[in-house]
C-alpha cells in the first residue's frame, strides 16, 4: 500500500470568490484538499460544490482568490503542465460517436505528448494499466456509447488514470447510476486513493454513500464552507440541520462505524438532546 506523504497539500483555494455573468456563488472559500485521501464536497443544490471544484480544477476563473498547484498559481499555469499533474472528470461527459474505449481511455496520453516526444510504450503500458484497475478491458474494442451508464463511467475513470495524475477531481461521477454501481465506482475510487496513494476530490449527493467512503467530509451552504472533518466528527444531526435544513437522526452502522442518516418523520418530535445540540451548533 502506498503511504501518503506528510508534506504540505499539493492543491489549495485561499479566499475564492467566483460565480457565473452577475451571480456570485462562492463568497470568500480556502479549502486545502488533503494528500492520499478521498474528500467528498457536500452540500445542497446551489450550494456551490460544483462551482468550487471546477474553479480548483481550472475551468472556471474566480473573480478574486487564488488557487495554487504545488505552490504555483493554477490559472497562470499552461495547460498542459497541469494536466500532467491534476485529472479532471466533469459532470456527465460525452464521448464523440463511434469512439471505442480503447480510443478513449487513450486520450488521457495526450498531456504526455509533444509534437517531437511521443513514448508509444508507455503510452501503451498507461492504457493497459489503467483498463485492467477500472476492469475495462473486456470492452476495449467496443463503442463507448454502447455500454451501460456504470461500465462508461469506469472507461472515463481509465482514461483520467491513463493520464497517471496524482490529484483526481471528479464532478458527481455517480449521478443517475444504479445503487450497486454506485457503490462499485465509489469502492474504486477508495481503493485508488488508499492503495495507490492517490488524492480524490468528488461531488457527491448522497449523503450515506458520502460518508461510508470518504476519508474527509467538507459542508458547504451557500458558497461557504460550513465544516469539513472526518465523517465521524462532521456527519452530526445538527450539521445536517444547519446545511440541509434536514431533521435526522445519525447513527452508526455497527461494522464498520461510518455514519448513516435516518430522515426524523415530521410528527415526530425532536428530543431535548437534539435541541441542545442545535443550540451548541449555533453558538
Known amino acids: 500500500m502506498t503511504q501518503p506523504s506528510h508534506q504540505p497539500p499539493r492543491l489549495t483555494g485561499e479566499a475564492l470568490q467566483a460565480g457565473y455573468d452577475t451571480r456570485r456563488v462562492l463568497d470568500g472559500v480556502d479549502i486545502a484538499i488533503e494528500e492520499g485521501k478521498l474528500t467528498v464536497l457536500l452540500g445542497p443544490n446551489g450550494s456551490g460544490k460544483s462551482t468550487l471544484l471546477k474553479t480548483l480544477a481550472r475551468t472556471l476563473t474566480p473573480s478574486d482568490g487564488h488557487v495554487y498547484l504545488d505552490g504555483k498559481d493554477i490559472h497562470r499555469s499552461k495547460t498542459r503542465e497541469v494536466a500532467k499533474r491534476l485529472g479532471i472528470l466533469p459532470q456527465g461527459p460525452v464521448a464523440p460517436e463511434g469512439l471505442s474505449v480503447k480510443q478513449l481511455v487513450a486520450m488521457g496520453r495526450f498531456p504526455h505528448q509533444g509534437l517531437w516526444q511521443k513514448n508509444a510504450q508507455q503510452d501503451a503500458e498507461a492504457i493497459r494499466e489503467a483498463m485492467t484497475y477500472t476492469h475495462v478491458t473486456e470492452f476495449a474494442e467496443r463503442n463507448v456509447d454502447a455500454l451501460s451508464g456504470g461500465q462508461r463511467q469506469r472507461c472515463w475513470i481509465a482514461m483520467v488514470l491513463a493520464q497517471q495524475t496524482d490529484l483526481i477531481l471528479l464532478d458527481e461521477p455517480t449521478t443517475f447510476l444504479d445503487l450497486k454501481v454506485q457503490v462499485d465506482l465509489l469502492e474504486l475510487l477508495s481503493r485508488l486513493a488508499h492503495e495507490k496513494g492517490r488524492t480524490l476530490l468528488l461531488v457527491l449527493h448522497d449523503l450515506n454513500l458520502a460518508a461510508a467512503y470518504a476519508d ?65 451548533c449555533a453558538m
Not at 435544513?245 to 447513527?251: E, G
Open 216 to 280: 474527509q467530509l467538507v459542508m458547504m451552504c451557500d458558497g461557504r464552507i460550513v465544516t469539513s472533518g472526518a465523517p465521524s466528527e462532521v456527519f452530526t444531526a445538527p450539521n445536517l440541520k444547519r446545511v440541509f435544513d434536514l431533521d435526522a437522526h445519525v447513527i452508526h452502522d455497527p461494522e464498520s462505524g461510518s455514519p448513516i442518516c435516518v430522515p426524523r418523520k415530521r410528527n415526530q418530535p425532536a428530543t431535548e438532546s437534539d435541541v441542545l445540540a442545535l443550540q451548541r
